[in-house]
Nanobody, 123 residues
């Protein structure tokens, strides 16, 4: 199994940028598809982005496409989410997750989760 810890969240003004990091511990990090999800108050957790095991393929939710970039460094066991042009509707707790399923975009397809990091975008 793998343990995941997110960091990098905070308060930012609309139009600004943040970079989230997810540190993984475990011996088989590069065997997992990695994803980012988010959950706003009163809403269901939603898919944000996913990246393949090698980092060669990525998929994004329509709401963040063109603004967010997911990446990974398998040697460092890290996954990142670069968030640009942030909007107030991006405010949520962001979660890093690991899956054994190719092209996983649904919550049920992810086995391991971090504790989340808060991102707040002010207008």
């Amino acid at each position: 199994q793998v343990q995941l810890v997110e960091s990098g969240g905070g308060l930012v003004q609309a139009g600004g940028s943040l970079r989230l990091s997810c540190a993984a511990s475990g011996r088989t990090f590069d065997s997992y598809v990695m994803g980012w999800f988010r959950q706003a108050p009163g809403k269901e957790r939603e898919f944000v982005a996913t990246i393949s095991r090698s980092g060669g393929s990525t998929y994004y939710a329509d709401s963040v496409k063109g603004r967010f970039t997911i990446s990974r460094d398998n040697a460092k066991k890290q996954v990142y989410l670069q968030m640009n042009s942030l909007k107030p509707e991006d405010t949520a707790v962001y979660y890093c997750a690991a899956s054994g399923i190719i092209a996983a975009t649904h919550i049920s397809e992810y086995k391991y989760w971090g504790q989340g990091t808060q991102v707040t975008v002010s207008s």
